[in-house]
Structures are given as C-alpha cells and as structure tokens.
C-alpha cells in the first residue's frame, strides 16, 4: 500500500425523470441541501436547488497517491450512486462528472504581513 493522500471531489449530476414522490420529498428537503450544506465529507453531501435540475455531492476520498485524482473521481461517483439509489424508486439521475483536488499537493499562498515599525 502507498502513501495516502486526501482528495476532495466534487460529483455533478442531472436530475432525469424524477417521480412525483421523489420531486415533492426532494423539494421538501430543499433548505437542507443549499449553498449552507456544502461541505467535503466521506460519507458526502448533497446540494440542489428548487429547480431540481442538477445536484452535486462533495466528497472527501483517501487513496493512494499512485492512483492520482482519476480513482479518488471513480471512487466518489460510486459513493454518490450509492447514496442515489438508497433514496429509493424514483430518483432517476443521469450521467456523473467529477473533479478532484489533492489536498496533499496543494499550494497554499499565504499573504505576507507587512513588518511592523
């Protein structure tokens, strides 16, 4: 096993051919899943809107370094059709994209204090 990093992924989907039950429940549940829910966990969060059209989940993904982002992507997107299908019948979604950022490799600029006099 090789060195692991920490990755945060980002999964974006379409909504596509919701039932009514989904649709309501989904639009109920509307205020738990805006702009204030998004947060990178493991288990992930899901963020949508009113117009239920696309969703996204954030994910927070340890794996091997060797792997690179593509695996951490694979295996979010397998953690966000999970959690799809466990909404039960009716949540129909599309095809997923994702993106990722290794946490481990990233540059962080920090502003410089000017000296005090």
């Known amino acids: 096993m090789g060195t692991q990093h920490t990755y945060r992924v980002i999964v974006r989907g379409t909504w596509d051919g919701l039932a ?20 990178f966990t493991p288990e992930g969060s899901l963020t949508y809107d009113r117009v239920l059209k696309h969703f996204s989940y954030r994910f927070v993904v340890e ?20 959690s799809l299908r466990a909404l039960g019948e009716g949540y129909g979604f599309g095809a997923l994209k994702s993106s990722a950022t290794d946490m ?6 920090r502003k410089h204090r000017a000296s005090r006099p």
């Not at 481990?104 to 600029?109: F, L, S």
């Open 20 to 39: 009514d039950g989904a649709r309501e429940r989904l639009l109920a549940e509307v205020d738990e899943h805006g702009l204030t829910s998004m947060k």
């Open 63 to 82: 794996s091997d370094a060797e792997d690179g982002e593509e695996m951490a992507e694979a295996l979010a997107e397998e953690r966000a059709e999970a």
């Open 104 to 109: 481990d490799t990233m540059k962080v600029n």
